[in-house]
């Protein structure tokens, strides 16, 4: 597999959130497995072309994957690893993981004098009208992959959206990047929510 990451394929892993948090491949790419929705997912997670090798922990998951995306997916799929970060790790290879920031230390930091940090929302601009927190800057999932090189790589980014799972995969897709210091915020916005932490309500974008 090493080898045909280098080759420039793409890994997908499709585990939860919490699995790719406390271990993954370096440069892998996070889209959360979903049976409905795992092509759109992938699509809007990264571009056009390049071929994808897909990792699971679970034999099923990746023969439903497989099966979901024959007819769909824009980017060839080279094969399916099932338990390969633990292979990976037997083999001697690095393993990377994803910081994670709860709601309650992101609104300390958000308060604390003097801290630099880039909060980046990553749910549509229709949902941001629902309530979103003050400063946060907005780059929907499907633009995060275009967007990268226009971010600051010396700033700690932190990544939102409603669950954890879109924000796992821009996390995923700044790891990728190059970017050192990416955290995600598991339970989302959800979670800001539940803490009836201040939000404020942007304008409604115009329709195009």
């Not at 400063?135 to 939102?160: F, K």
Request: proline content about 10%; overall charge neutral.
């Amino acid at each position: 597999m090493k080898s045909v990451l280098e080759a420039g394929a793409l890994l997908i892993d499709l585990r939860p959130y919490e699995e790719f948090a406390s271990s993954h491949i370096p440069g892998s790419i996070h889209v959360v497995f979903s049976r409905k929705s795992l092509p759109e997912r992938i699509a809007t997670a990264i571009p056009p072309g390049p071929p994808i090798v897909l990792l699971s922990g679970e034999a099923g998951v990746a023969e439903a994957a497989t099966e979901a995306l024959q007819k769909t997916l824009r980017n060839p799929l080279l094969g399916t690893v099932v338990g390969g970060i633990e292979t990976w790790g037997r083999a001697g290879f690095p393993s990377a993981t994803l910081s994670q920031v709860p709601v309650a230390a992101l609104r300390q930091r958000l308060n604390a004098p003097h801290d630099e940090l880039m909060l980046i929302d990553v749910r549509e601009p229709f949902e941001r009208t629902l309530g979103c927190i003050d400063g946060s800057c907005s780059i929907p999932l499907g633009e995060v992959w275009r967007r990268a090189t226009a971010l600051d790589p010396h700033r700690d980014i932190i990544l939102i959206c409603e669950e954890g799972i879109r924000s796992s995969a821009a996390a995923s897709i700044l790891l990728h990047h190059g970017f050192p210091r990416v955290a995600n915020v598991p339970g989302g916005m959800g979670n800001w929510f539940k803490a009836d932490y201040p939000t404020i309500r942007p304008p409604i974008p115009p329709k195009s």
